[in-house]
């Protein structure tokens, strides 16, 4: 089995920082590519940053230069650096990974977290 479990959302005033972590559990092989996503009530879930397994990223218009997203290939985590926050950044984080693959060379496909809330105010 393998899980996503995000962790570090919280209340932060508009012009603060929060870092999210996400952890992937299991007897992990390899995973590629990690993004988190987010969704503001009432809207889609948006892709906010991607981080392939080699390190290259790309980010969302909305969030280049404040945002960045990393990696921790050896312990299977993934982080989002939060700067300049604003309201318009509230909501649910989830972190995902297109496919997680085990030591027992099990695949999984479209793994997602529990997401985090992130709330801003002004």
């Known amino acids: 089995q393998v899980q996503l479990v995000e962790s570090g959302g919280g209340l932060v005033q508009a012009g603060g920082s929060l870092r999210l972590s996400c952890a992937a559990s299991?007897?992990?092989?390899?995973?590629?590519?990690m993004d988190w996503y987010r969704q503001a009530p009432g809207n889609e879930r948006e892709l906010v940053a991607t981080?392939?397994?080699?390190?290259?990223?790309n980010y969302a218009d909305s969030v280049k230069g404040r945002f960045t997203i990393s990696r921790d290939n050896a312990n299977n985590t993934v982080y989002l650096q939060m700067n300049s926050l604003n309201p318009g950044d509230t909501a649910v984080y989830y972190c995902?990974?297109?496919?997680?693959?085990?030591?027992?060379?099990?695949?999984?496909?479209?793994?997602w977290g529990q997401g985090t809330l992130v709330t801003v105010s002004s």
């Open positions: 299991g007897t992990i092989f390899s995973i590629n590519a």
């Open positions: 995902h990974s297109p496919r997680v693959i085990t030591t027992g060379r099990t695949r999984y496909f479209e793994v």
């Open positions: 981080i392939t397994s080699g390190g290259t990223t």
